[in-house]
């Protein structure tokens, strides 16, 4: 019962590159985040998915894309990284939207140099 | 209006100590207040959570208080462990959004 699966948990990436991190949850649960956590800054919603076919942009969406593939997995796309997107990224489902707890992933150490 | 504003930024206690931890709130329209707890390498998991109806909330050695009319809500550790160091986060919502507003965290210590 793995809950919310993050991949790939640590990655290094050149000025420019483009690179995907994915996010699968076993939860059945309708709703999908995506989260960077920077020291000091707390949590930011950078994109959310209310429900499967559906995707809308959070706090920081700057510089990134998302895809919600199926009810399980919701992916979240650096087109062209920058040295500010080196953050570590989490993953969270609920089973719906707003006043419900949250489920995270263990986490995506990335750095952009 | 959307912040919430946590205190301490870090917290040093004495193993069976009590850990206080304070956060405060401006919209009135929040209505589901949890702490979260983050050990390092990991993703945040629910501890504890309040809605608004109640003023306090126990599990185990957790406790959230919660003042409605001065906007605050606090997490008290009873017995502090040195299992219990870890980085803690408040954060609310409100029913029908998407908004979840973590504050900044709290990184807790407890010696030996």
């Known amino acids: 019962n793995a809950g919310v699966t993050q991949t790939p948990k640590f990655q290094v990436l050149k000025t420019g590159q483009s690179m995907t991190l994915q996010c699968a949850q076993d939860?059945?649960?309708?709703?999908m985040y995506w989260y960077r956590q920077d020291p000091g800054m707390g949590l930011r919603l950078i994109y959310y998915?209310?429900?499967?076919?559906?995707?809308d942009k959070g706090e920081v969406p700057n510089g990134y894309n998302v895809s919600r593939l199926n009810k399980r997995e919701f992916s979240l796309r650096l087109e062209s990284a920058a040295p500010s997107q080196t953050s570590v990224y989490f993953c969270?489902?609920?089973?719906?939207?707003?006043?419900?707890?949250?489920?995270f992933g263990d986490g995506t150490r990335l750095s952009i140099l | 209006q959307q912040q919430v504003k946590q205190s301490p930024q870090s917290l040093i206690v004495q193993k069976g100590g009590i850990s206080i931890i304070n956060c405060a709130y401006e919209?009135?329209?929040?209505?589901?207040f949890p702490w979260y707890q983050q050990f390092p390498g990991k993703g945040p998991a629910l501890l504890i959570a309040?809605?608004?109806?109640?003023s306090e909330k126990k599990e185990g050695r957790f406790t959230i208080s919660f003042n409605k009319s001065a906007k605050q809500f606090s997490l008290h550790i009873m017995d502090s462990q040195p299992g219990d160091s870890a980085t803690y986060f408040c954060?609310?919502?409100?029913?029908?959004?998407?908004?979840?507003?973590f504050g900044t965290g709290t990184r807790l210590k407890v010696l030996a």
């Open positions: 969270a489902t609920s089973i719906s939207m707003g006043s419900q707890p949250q489920h």
């Open positions: 939860m059945n649960h309708n709703s």
């Open positions: 998915s209310a429900s499967e076919g559906t995707t």
């Open positions: 919209n009135t329209a929040f209505d589901y």
């Open positions: 309040i809605r608004p109806d109640v």
């Open positions: 954060a609310a919502s409100s029913t029908g959004t998407y908004k979840y507003i």
